[in-house]
């Protein structure tokens, strides 16, 4: 990395970066199974990330059994977990040219940084399992800064100073945080997100990993360098 960071990239990581749906749903099916109950499947898992794993628990549980107890989704919470720590990458992987671009980005100078739902331990595991956190300067879960997106702490908590700073994100969680953060922010088209990309309210939208850094760059002021 050059000595003056260009500023900072900001990656959402389920959706954005890595295709993590297969573990997640294979986790959650084997927690409903647990119970009796029919599977979500990896179509339907889809559809519930973004909110971390007790919003995605306790909408399964919604959606399968009815209304949930506190307690019930504590347990089943600390199932899914215990289930998905040991199959965190077992069929997770980054989407077409991250690698390539993470390694471009930090090549001109971009500080990357990785702001999930998914819990700081967790999300850094995933990472380092597939090669990836290596080009990271900091990833931060909700529990990081005791909050969680679409909060704008979790995407500030990130910035330290005053900066230019860009966010890249699949879903409606991370506009509104984006937003909410005064910050650009970029659409990926291959996430979760349960609308289509185009009305998601971003300011660019990438199809193809390789078109990140260019929008990436036209969405960043550039620093002034005395
Ligand atoms: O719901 C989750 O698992 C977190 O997802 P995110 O990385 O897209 O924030
Ligand atoms: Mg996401």
Known sequence: MSETPRGTVIFDLDGTLVDSAPDLADTLDEVLADRGLAPIGLDGTRALIGHGIPALVRSALVLRQGPVTEDDLARASDRFLSIYSGRLAAKTRPYPG?????????????????????????????????????????????????????????????????????????????????????????????????????????????????????????????????
Do not use: M
């Not at 679409?150 to 969680?173: F, N, R, T, W």
């Not at 996430?191 to 390789?210: C, H, K, Q, S, T």
């Open 98 to 226: 991250a690698p390539e671009v993470l390694d471009a980005l930090a090549g001109a100078g971009w500080r990357l940084t990785v702001c999930t739902n998914k819990r700081e331990a967790a999300a850094s595991e995933v990472l380092r399992e597939l090669g990836l956190l290596r080009f990271f300067a900091q990833v931060a879960g909700p529990d990081t800064f005791e909050a969680a997106k679409p909060d704008p702490a979790h995407l500030l908590g990130l910035l330290p100073c005053p900066q230019p700073a860009v966010v890249v994100g699949d879903s409606e969680i991370d506009v509104a945080a984006a937003r909410a953060a005064g910050l650009p922010v970029v659409a990926v088209a291959w996430g979760y997100a349960r609308r289509p990309v185009g009305d998601l309210g971003a300011d660019a939208i990438a199809f193809r990993f390789e078109q990140v850094p260019g929008l990436v760059e036209g969405l960043s002021p550039r620093p002034r360098h005395r």
